[in-house]
């Protein structure tokens, strides 16, 4: 039986085709390489500057942000049109950094005035108890009160009175509150104190522990009354949740509140106030953090303690999770971690044994014999399904790495910012798929980073009244049709900035493309979403008679024909773009196991690795590390 004759390298041999175009564009002057810090310049480092100057006060310095928006959409510009890589998946994220800055600068500089409506979670440290003299314990005045009131309106639980003797200084490092009261009463006090320690230690520590059960136990029926079951941002709890709930706030390091824009603190307290907002486009943390997140706010305070973090609902109704504990964050992340090294590397050594996944569909190559003797049906629909698998993992993996060096190593740099209570997960649950299909796929299982950015013109739009809010329960008639327009509009402009930022990538990878695909991929899908919106509603009397597992086939079923048969607009430019010749993982497992025609298990080469590059001569200010 004749050997079959082995496969070319089609892969190599055009990764350095592609390279070696790249490099001639940089000597002729017309490209230029992706290079930190001057290209993060609209992203990060004009906007943070700009809104850590206070300007509320200063109409003039207001208005410059069309001069500064103006600046940023310029540079971007220039970053879509001559910036690119030696690596493939920077050669594309160029452009998607650019679209994406000049989204995110929009929300920030147009949609929404951060300086006067914005504001984050911070904390501090508590101070512990002092002696005023320097040497001794201290006590620190604190109120019972029911800072939830003006949150819980009507429904607002009051406080039971606690009698005075409730109060009792507790010393060695607890809070206290500070009873005001003359020198004579001082001295008196003393006295009492004097004599009190004087009797045996163990009538003294019942009675202090008495005190400190009964105040737990009013405390934590307040906690019990906080929500009554209504709300999902505070879900009910059990007395003995509750009173485990009153302890940890009792032994917490830090306090959290609310924190404005700080006009009148120092300029580093401005510029990290400033980072953080531009830096978050989760908004993790923010009280314009999206609905989909579980909820960001200070722990409410109960009598003289505030309630740990631990408090609260973690998880949303759309399947985002977050974590409290670095040690859960890190090994969840890392046993995530390892599928996803696992899957990216697979697909990435099987693609590449396809020249579709090379150079894009118009070619002429012959098809490996695995693949020539399939049904052009069958050929199509594994090509989409091995795409669709190697994006979603490769994201996990980017993002699985990128939160365990966030937990790891920026505590120190960062601070609370990368507590694992900002790190939310990366998706939701699957079962909003199967629950509302396609809009439940774009809108609320696949990851939704840009969120915040595509939602802010729709919601500037609804607070300045240009359209009426949504109904779902709309009534027909002038005014319902009016509000059935809100969701249309929010689709189109959700789907065009989406098409907008990958056709833009497109458009900086080294290879010639057809940007115009991925923005006709996001339309149709849009339109898809719209679609099966408008059927499920015209047929929701017939829908809901059927049995949940037949509404839930019917919803998957949509979303893989839709996406099967539209997917061609996006990953058609993904191959010509090159980017599934970018090399994911160091070492191959795939390509270990005989795999694939190229056999080097060490898949990281010079070109794919961040290097120094000087500036030509005159233009000092593009050298930098190239990525």
């Known amino acids: ?52 100057i206070p300007h509320k006060n200063r109409p003039w310095l207001y208005r410059a942000r069309w001069l500064v928006l103006a600046c940023i959409c310029a540079f971007n510009w220039h970053m879509i049109t001559n910036v690119s890589s030696l690596s493939f998946a920077s050669g594309y994220g160029a452009g998607l950094l650019a679209a994406w800055s000049t989204i995110w600068n929009l929300n920030l500089l147009v949609w929404t005035r951060p300086q006067w409506d914005a504001r984050r979670v911070e904390r501090r440290r508590i101070a512990r108890p002092a002696d005023r003299a320097g040497n001794g314990p201290g006590l620190r005045k604190r109120r019972f009160s029911n800072p939830n009131a003006d949150k819980l309106g009507a429904r607002a639980p009051a406080l039971p009175s606690i009698h005075e003797s409730a109060l009792e200084p507790i010393w060695d490092g607890v809070e206290t509150k500070e009873l005001l009261v003359s020198e004579s009463e001082k001295a008196s006090g003393v006295r009492k104190r004097e004599a009190r320690a004087k009797q045996p230690t163990t009538a003294l520590g019942s009675t202090e522990n008495k005190m400190e059960e009964m105040e737990e136990e009013l405390l934590a029926r307040n906690i019990e009354a906080l929500n009554d079951g209504h709300d999902e941002k505070n879900p009910p709890h059990d007395h003995k949740t509750a009173l485990q709930l009153i302890r940890l706030g009792r032994e917490q390091e830090y306090e959290y509140y609310w924190q404005e824009y700080p006009a009148d603190a120092s300029f580093w307290t401005r510029l990290d106030w400033a980072f953080d907002i531009v830096s978050s486009f989760r908004l993790t943390g923010w009280n314009w953090a999206p609905s989909y997140l579980p909820p960001y706010q200070p722990p409410p305070t109960i009598g003289p303690y505030q ?203 080294v290879p010639a493309t057809h940007y115009w695909g991925p923005p006709l991929f996001f339309a149709l899908s849009g339109l898809g979403t719209l679609l099966q919106s408008a059927l499920s509603h015209v047929l929701r009397r017939r829908i809901g008679s059927f049995p949940r597992w037949v509404r839930r086939l019917g919803n998957l079923s949509f979303v893989f024909l839709w996406l099967s048969a539209t997917g061609w607009a996006l990953l058609d430019d993904f191959g010509r773009c090159g980017i599934w010749l970018w090399e994911p993982v160091p070492v191959s497992l795939a390509r270990a196991a005989g795999l694939g025609v190229d056999r080097r298990i060490w898949r990281y080469d010079w070109d794919s690795l961040p290097r120094w590059h000087w500036g030509p001569r005159g233009k000092w200010w593009q050298t930098g590390i190239a990525i």
Request: proline share 8%; hydrophobic share 40%.
């Open 307 to 509: 309630l740990p973090l631990e408090y609260g609902s973690h998880r949303s109704k759309q399947g985002y999770e977050r974590t409290l504990s670095r040690r859960k964050l890190i090994l969840s992340r890392f046993f995530n971690y390892i599928p996803s090294y696992i899957i990216v590397d697979f697909c990435a050594t099987l693609m590449t044994t396809d020249p579709y996944f090379i150079v894009g569909p118009e070619h002429n190559y012959p098809l490996p014999a695995h693949l020539a003797s399939l049904h052009p049906v069958v050929l199509s629909l594994q090509r989409t399904t091995f795409a669709f698998v190697g994006i979603f993992f490769a994201i996990q993996y980017a993002w699985n790495v990128g939160a365990i060096c966030l937990a790891l190593y920026c505590p120190p740099i960062l601070g609370f910012r990368a507590h694992p209570w900002h790190l939310p997960s990366l998706t939701g649950s699957f079962t909003q798929v199967l629950d509302h299909g396609l809009s439940g796929f774009w809108g609320a299982w696949w990851h939704q980073s840009f969120r915040a950015g595509f939602s802010a013109p729709t919601k500037w739009l609804l607070r300045y009244r240009y359209m009426s809010p949504s109904r779902k329960d709309g009534n027909g008639g002038k005014k319902g049709m009016a509000a059935m327009v809100t969701p249309v509009v929010g689709a189109i402009i959700a789907f065009t900035q989406s098409g907008f930022i990958h056709g833009a990538g497109s458009y900086s990878s």
């Open 1 to 52: 039986m004749p050997q079959q004759p082995s496969l070319p390298d089609l892969a190599s041999t055009y990764r350095e085709l592609y390279r070696a175009r790249f490099r001639a564009s940089v000597r002729a002057g017309t490209t230029t390489p992706f290079v930190v810090p001057l290209h993060l310049l609209a992203y990060w480092i004009v906007p943070t500057l700009y809104l850590a």
